[in-house]
């Protein structure tokens, strides 16, 4: 939604000249010449979240690894604890626990997705695909608002035309997105573009106060 926001709001901000032929003003999705510093400061936290993330399970991995080599009683005692707190009785448990006892991976395993910490193993290219799906995904749907300068000479109705695509996109976006989760489509359709046209609001707004 930054891209479609940050375009939208420039463009109806600005109202830039056009050309004849019509041409798309790549200018305005990077007005200052440079890619929006907010944008990858947002890839920056991806990535070292996603990082993070990895980095966090590989420790805890290590560290179950360590104590099921050190101490396996001790983890074996921890397992037969919280089922009896289920109340599986001992006589079937114990077959669980021995069977992990004798396979040190998949107790490991177990540990981290299922008993103690319920972690899920990361995909190791997860920090890198994250941060580019997101820089691609700003400046594709950064492009909508601007598509019809390709078309429009005028830019007053250019303005109007890619605020009316927009505000379609959204509410197509929204309609998928509230299909897709199990919520009610036709709502998330509506507050999606609600929010949308209010953010771009917003930020035309505020854009207009510092400029007096």
């Not at 919520?183 to 505020?206: D, N, Q």
């Amino acid at each position: 939604m930054d891209g479609f926001m940050s375009s939208l709001a420039y463009v109806c901000m600005k109202k830039p000249l056009q050309t004849d032929p019509p041409t798309i003003p790549v200018v305005n999705l990077f007005p200052s010449g440079d890619f929006p510093e907010g944008e990858i400061q947002q890839y920056k936290d991806e990535y070292l979240a996603a990082k993070g993330e990895a980095d966090h399970y590989a420790r805890e991995v290590k560290r179950e690894q360590e104590e099921i080599k050190t101490i396996p009683k001790t983890e074996a005692a921890e397992v037969a604890e919280t089922l009896a707190h289920y109340e599986v009785e001992p006589h079937e448990y114990s077959p669980v626990v021995n069977a992990l006892r004798k396979n040190p991976q998949a107790w490991v395993d177990f540990m981290m997705r299922l008993f103690e910490l319920g972690l899920e193993k990361p995909e190791p290219k997860r920090a890198l695909q994250s941060a580019f799906t997101i820089a691609i995904a700003y400046v594709l749907v950064g492009f909508i608002p601007l598509f019809p300068y390709i078309f429009i000479p005028q830019a007053a109705d250019a303005v109007v035309t890619s605020v009316v695509i927009t505000l379609l996109l959204l509410f197509i976006f929204g309609y998928g997105k509230g299909h897709f989760t199990g919520s009610r489509p036709f709502k998330s359709a509506v507050e999606t573009a609600f929010i949308g046209a209010v953010a771009s609001a917003s930020a035309f707004c505020l854009a207009k106060v510092v400029q007096l």
